[in-house]
C-alpha cells in the first residue's frame, strides 16, 4: 500500500511527494551516474519501488497497485525523474499496461497478471511503434489472424521499451484490415512464445537506463484469452490511455527540470569568477529565475490536466498542453543550466549534462510535440 491516509486530500500528495522524493535522493540519484554509464537495468531499484507501491500507482490495492489517482500519479513521476528520469519511465510504462488490463481485462487477466506486474515479477513492454507507424497509429501493419483455436500474430514493432527483457507485451494488431482504425485489437503476449524474436538493444542519447529495441512475430499462436478487450475496439482502448500517459511524461519532464534548477543553484552560489560568486551576477539571477517560473507554470498545467481526469472531465486540450509544454520547458531549462555550469556542464560525469540528454526524449515519445501542438489546435477549433 502507498498510502494510508484518506484518498485525495493535501496530507496524501504532501505525504506521496515526501515518501517518494526520500527514495529518489537516498536510493535513486546516487546511482543515475552509474545506471546511465553502464545502461543498466536497475533491478533491484525496481524491486524496491514495487515493494513501495510504486508500480501501477493508480491501480486498486487489492491487485498490488497503489491506489491513488493521477493527481498522485503525477507527484510520483516527478519525484521519481528527479532521481533518474529512466526509473520513473518504467513507473509510466508500467502504469500504461496495468490501466488497460484494469480497465479492459476479463476477471481471469486482471487476476493472471495484475499483481505479478506491481510486484515486478513480470517485466512488461507497451508494443505499438513500428517502421510506419509512429505518431500515426493507424499505419501498422501487424496482423493478428483468426484460427480455429485462437489467433496467429504476424509483423514487428520498433523502439519498444522493455523489449530486450520483456515478459509481456501488450501488442496492437490489424484484425479487419478493411476496417483501418476500427479494425485494431489489443492482445497480451507471452514474449518468451515460439516464433517471437528481439532485435538488439538501441545504443541512446539519453534516458539510457531504458533499455529499447525492436520485437518480431512469426505467426505467433495466441491463444483466444490473449484478446484484451473487445475485438476491433483496440486502437480507441489505446486512446483511451493515452492522456493519462502525456500527464506522466509531463510530470517527467518537471522532474528532469526541476533537477537541472537544483543543480544550477547550487552550483551559482559555490562558483566563483573575477572574485565574485556567479549568483550575484544579475544575468545568472535572471537565468534562474526563468527557469523556476517555466518549471512552475509546467507544473500548472500537468496539475490541472491530471485533475481534469480525476474529475472524468474532457481532458484532451489539457493534457496535450501540460505534455508538450512540460517537455519543452525540460529541454530548454536543462540547456540553461548546462549554460550555467559553462564548460564543466558540457563533460560527462556533471548531472546536468546527463539531464540535457534526458529530457530530448520527453518532446518526442507518448506523442510528438509537433501533435500534441495539431490536437491543441483541433480542440480549438472545434
Not at 529512466?86 to 481471469?108: F, K
Amino acid at each position: 500500500m502507498l498510502v494510508e491516509l484518506p484518498k485525495n486530500s493535501a496530507d496524501t500528495y504532501d505525504h506521496i511527494r515526501d515518501m517518494v522524493g526520500e527514495f529518489a535522493r537516498e536510493q535513486i540519484r546516487p546511482h543515475a551516474a552509474r545506471i546511465d554509464q553502464e545502461e543498466e537495468f536497475p533491478v533491484e531499484i525496481f524491486k524496491q519501488m514495487a515493494g513501495l507501491g510504486l508500480f501501477g500507482v493508480t491501480t486498486p490495492e487489492k491487485y498490488g497497485g497503489g491506489g491513488v489517482d493521477c493527481y498522485g500519479y503525477a507527484v510520483i513521476m516527478e519525484e521519481l525523474a528527479k532521481g533518474y528520469s529512466s526509473v520513473a519511465d518504467q513507473c509510466g510504462l508500467v502504469e500504461l499496461v496495468t490501466t488497460l488490463i484494469h480497465q479492459y481485462g476479463t476477471r481471469e487477466q486482471k487476476d493472471r497478471f495484475l499483481r505479478p506486474i506491481t510486484a515486478f515479477d513480470l517485466k512488461v513492454a507497451y508494443c505499438l511503434t513500428e517502421a510506419e507507424a509512429g505518431s500515426d497509429l493507424s499505419g501498422i501493419k501487424t496482423t493478428a489472424v483468426k484460427t480455429d483455436s485462437g489467433w496467429k500474430l504476424s509483423g514487428s514493432k520498433l523502439w519498444i521499451n522493455n523489449a530486450p527483457l520483456a515478459d509481456i507485451g501488450i501488442v496492437l494488431a490489424r484484425t479487419d484490415p478493411d476496417k483501418g482504425h476500427r479494425g485494431m485489437s489489443v492482445f497480451i503476449v507471452d514474449l518468451n512464445s515460439e516464433g517471437v524474436s528481439r532485435g538488439p538493444k538501441e545504443q541512446k542519447m539519453g534516458q539510457r537506463g531504458s533499455h529499447v529495441g525492436p520485437l518480431f512475430f512469426d505467426k505467433v499462436y495466441l491463444p483466444d484469452e490473449s484478446l484484451l478487450g473487445d475485438l476491433n475496439r483496440g486502437f480507441y482502448m489505446i486512446m483511451s490511455v493515452l492522456e493519462k500517459g502525456r500527464v506522466g511524461i509531463g510530470a517527467l519532464a518537471i522532474g528532469i527540470a526541476q533537477a537541472g534548477l537544483e543543480a544550477a543553484l547550487e552550483y551559482a552560489k559555490s562558483r566563483r569568477q573575477f572574485g565574485s560568486l556567479i549568483s550575484e551576477f544579475q544575468g545568472v539571477q535572471w537565468m534562474l529565475a526563468q527557469m523556476a517560473m517555466e518549471i512552475s507554470a509546467a507544473r500548472g498545467l500537468v496539475h490541472r490536466a491530471a485533475l481534469l481526469l480525476d474529475n472524468d472531465k474532457v481532458a484532451t486540450e489539457a493534457c496535450s498542453m501540460a505534455k508538450c509544454f512540460a517537455s519543452d520547458v525540460a529541454v530548454r531549462q536543462t540547456a540553461e543550466a548546462v549554460q550555467i555550469f559553462g564548460g564543466s556542464g558540457y563533460i560527462k560525469g556533471y548531472e546536468v549534462e546527463r539531464l540535457y540528454r534526458d529530457a530530448k526524449i520527453t518532446q518526442i515519445y507518448e506523442g510528438t510535440n509537433q501533435i500534441q501542438r495539431t490536437i491543441i489546435a483541433r480542440q480549438l477549433l472545434k
